[in-house]
């Protein structure tokens, strides 16, 4: 088998790609990165051998690691080669200051070329976790679950923020994936990643609501100004902070595009007046909607599709992100900036956005602007206005059983109130659902990363109605997903006690039937069915 990657929900034929990536990558790129994840796992067993808790540098660089195999992240095979010597070289580093070398191959193993990385290959997929089929869903799981994970505690360290348990995790998840554990231990160890995730989702936004504000309430404009445009996609809001005050008095306007849209809920981007509002829809119409923009594109995180040669020379990454051929703006140097001065001069010579809708999207209900109109809420829940909240947050995706979800939120009597994050929403959050007592049935927390701000508002409505149990909410659960970071939500939901979610468009390809069966049993996790009797279960409580 020339490559076998599992990791996405849109994988071919649902048993994994073999000879190319539906997202893009080839062969080569995938053997690259399931090094990179192999080189991750010898950097884990060392660190575990050692007398003391892992510094924060390693914690990063594990945490670059991971986030560079996530999926759409990196395609530029050279920048994987190059995180690949880097591991190696904190491994060594670290094997350096033990008097016995770890007994793992992982950790043992040198190499320093491209061949060499290659050759390595075979012995570093998902496929060499563990012979039994069950015991490798549950491995991918927690492997999967980590990837998100460290996405998640990029951004945050990205803002200066570090939480030294999640690294700590990141030893104990990544040395365990080359252990012979029972299904028991990996089933605790699926739960133990669900409880890194919940810190990781706390600690992110912690850094983005104390260096931003809190998100408010917000009508952003989806229409065009006359001005060249800069557009920036992705989920990094340092970036999103840098990029605005370098184009101050530039003339040149700014727009999101799919999970940067939350970044205009943000009280510290809202004086910039040259912030003129969101182009476009998901991430997987980038192919289309790029090339409309008519100017420069910064990717900043994941999300990547196959580049167009009709925008190519006006698309830019930087961060974890990486294409081949594009231009790359490098990381900061310590207490600087990213320099945009070569994407703010190319906009200068480029053409107006093409427009493509005009209208308003409302966003901004983090936790702490939906905790503020709690009273209103519960109220509405208490007079029998508001009869049921169902979670929609997740993914989008290219399949057209995703209008499933689409179908859902126009199927919903008009008691009820989605509560959604991710670029899920984007199936639904213009449709014209009104409000309920001037409470918007869809309300946008913002961010897969914010996915976290729906549990907290589930656990807050817990306590102001005084229940024991978060299950005992009028509150249901239909997540889509598509890559690792929804893996890492899930597992952070089944954490916190959340059953009987539903998870499409299809379960992961990577749960074997046992392994399905057992998260059936004790959480009551399901796959979607037809839209009409979901909804109707919905209602009902199951």
């Not at 190319?346 to 602007?369: R, S, Y």
């Not at 990363?449 to 306590?463: F, G, H, R, T, W």
């Not at 997903?481 to 059953?499: C, D, H, N, R, S």
């Amino acid at each position: 088998m020339a490559m076998h990657c599992d990791q996405c929900q849109e994988s071919i034929h649902g048993t994994g790609c073999t000879a190319r990536g539906v997202c893009g990558k080839d062969e080569m790129t995938a053997k690259l990165q399931d090094v990179l994840v192999y080189a991750a796992e010898g950097l884990a067993l060392t660190a575990e051998q050692l007398p003391h808790p892992i510094s924060r540098g390693v914690g990063q660089l594990i945490s670059e690691s991971l986030f560079v195999t996530v999926t759409n992240t990196n395609f530029d095979e050279d920048a994987i080669v190059q995180q690949i010597r880097k591991t190696l070289a904190m491994r060594d580093e670290l094997k350096a200051t033990l008097a016995l070398p770890p007994l793992h191959d992982a950790a043992v193993w040198s190499g320093s070329t491209r061949e060499d990385f290659l050759a390595k290959a075979p012995s570093a997929g998902i496929d060499s976790l563990a012979e039994n089929e069950d015991l490798r869903s549950l491995k991918s799981l927690v492997l999967y679950g980590i990837k998100g994970l460290a996405a998640y505690t990029d951004h945050a360290a990205v803002l200066g923020y570090h939480d030294d348990d999640i690294y700590a995790f990141y030893v104990k998840g990544l040395a365990a994936l080359t252990k012979e554990l029972g299904a028991g231990e990996l089933t605790e160890l699926v739960l133990e990643t669900g409880g890194a995730a919940v810190k990781a989702m706390a600690l992110l936004d912690k850094a983005n609501t104390e260096t931003y504000g809190h998100p408010e309430i917000t009508m952003v404009n989806t229409g065009v100004g006359t001005r060249p445009g800069i557009l920036i996609s992705g989920h990094d809001l340092r970036d999103m902070d840098e990029l605005l005050k370098q184009t101050e008095e530039s003339g040149v306007d700014v727009y999101t595009h799919c999970e940067m849209l939350p970044a205009h809920s943000y009280p510290a981007f809202k004086h910039y007046p040259h912030f003129i509002g969101n182009y476009g829809g998901s991430w997987w119409l980038q192919d289309r909607e790029f090339d409309s923009f008519n100017g420069p594109i910064l990717m900043t995180t994941n999300c990547i599709v196959p580049v167009r040669e009709a925008y190519r020379h006006r698309m830019f990454t930087t961060g974890m992100a990486g294409y081949p051929g594009l231009k790359h703006i490098p990381a900061r140097l310590e207490g600087e900036e990213k320099d945009f001065s070569a994407i703010i001069e190319l906009a200068k010579t480029c053409q107006p956005p093409k427009e493509l809708e005009d209208g308003k999207i409302v966003g901004g209900f983090a936790h702490n602007q939906v905790v503020a109109l709690a009273d209103k809420v519960v109220e509405a829940v208490k007079s029998g206005a508001i009869k049921r909240f169902v979670v929609m947050a997740g993914c989008d995706g290219r399949h057209a059983s995703r209008t499933y979800y689409t179908q859902v939120a126009e199927a919903l009597p008009a008691g009820t109130v989605i509560l959604t994050a991710g670029c899920a929403k984007y199936r639904y959050n213009k449709l014209p659902l009104g409000d309920i007592d001037g409470i918007p049935r869809i309300l946008d927390a913002g961010q897969c990363n914010d996915s976290y701000s729906l549990a907290v508002i589930a656990l807050k409505l817990k306590e102001l109605f005084g229940l024991q149990d978060i299950n005992d909410l009028p509150i249901s659960f239909d997540i889509a997903w598509y890559e690792q970071k929804a893996v890492t939500v899930l597992l952070a939901l089944l954490f916190l006690g959340v059953k009987g979610i539903r998870l499409g468009p299809t379960l992961p390809e990577f749960l074997t039937p046992g392994v399905a069966a057992v998260l059936v049993e004790r959480f009551g996790i399901m796959p979607i069915g037809k839209v009409q009797a979901d909804v109707e279960a919905m209602m009902a409580g199951v």
